[in-house]
């Protein structure tokens, strides 16, 4: 394994795009072009007044999330929290989350441990914030 490794995120498949979301986001996903072993980055870019159609939680992995453009607002668990520019969003493995994006649309920066290559530690529930 290399020393270091470097890519540009605008340079990786927007993944939300291949999945039928395009026209709510764009979701590019560094952990494995970098080769990282014990962290995971992505890039979630929201578009303005949408929201992600599902929520997530994970089994073992607590992710940090910091808003890096734009404001919107997350819901995690039975909170609703308002989000700007610069705010860092903590969350634990096992609490339900979700984001919208305000006006001026949301690029948030996710970061976690991958859980040893295991995606099946991530579970997603559609329409899930509707339910909160």
Same mark, same amino acid.
């Not at 914030?129 to 909160?132: H, V």
């Given at each position: 394994m290399a020393v270091h490794t470097k890519v540009n995120l605008m340079d990786l #498949? $927007?993944?939300? &795009?291949? !999945?039928? !979301?395009? #026209?709510?986001? #764009?979701? *590019?996903f560094a952990r494995e072009p970098l080769e990282c072993v014990q962290t995971g980055l992505s890039l979630q870019r929201i578009k303005p007044g949408r929201r992600v159609p599902f929520g997530h939680r994970h089994q073992r992995q607590e992710e940090v999330y910091v808003v890096v453009r734009g404001s919107g607002r997350a819901a995690v668990g039975e909170d609703v929290i308002e989000l *700007?520019?610069?705010? /860092?969003? *903590? /969350? /634990? +493995?096992? &609490?339900? *989350? =979700? !984001? #919208? &994006? =305000? $006006? $001026? %649309?949301?690029? /948030?920066?996710? !970061? %976690? &441990? +991958?859980? $040893? %290559?295991d995606r099946s530690e991530a579970e997603t529930r559609p329409g899930w914030?509707? %339910?909160?």
């Open positions: #498949e $927007d993944q939300a &795009a291949s !999945f039928g !979301f395009g #026209e709510l986001l #764009e979701a *590019r *700007r520019q610069w705010d /860092v969003l *903590r /969350v /634990v +493995p096992e &609490a339900w *989350r =979700g !984001f #919208e &994006a =305000g $006006d $001026d %649309g949301l690029d /948030v920066l996710a !970061f %976690g &441990a +991958p859980a $040893d %290559g914030w509707a %339910g909160t």
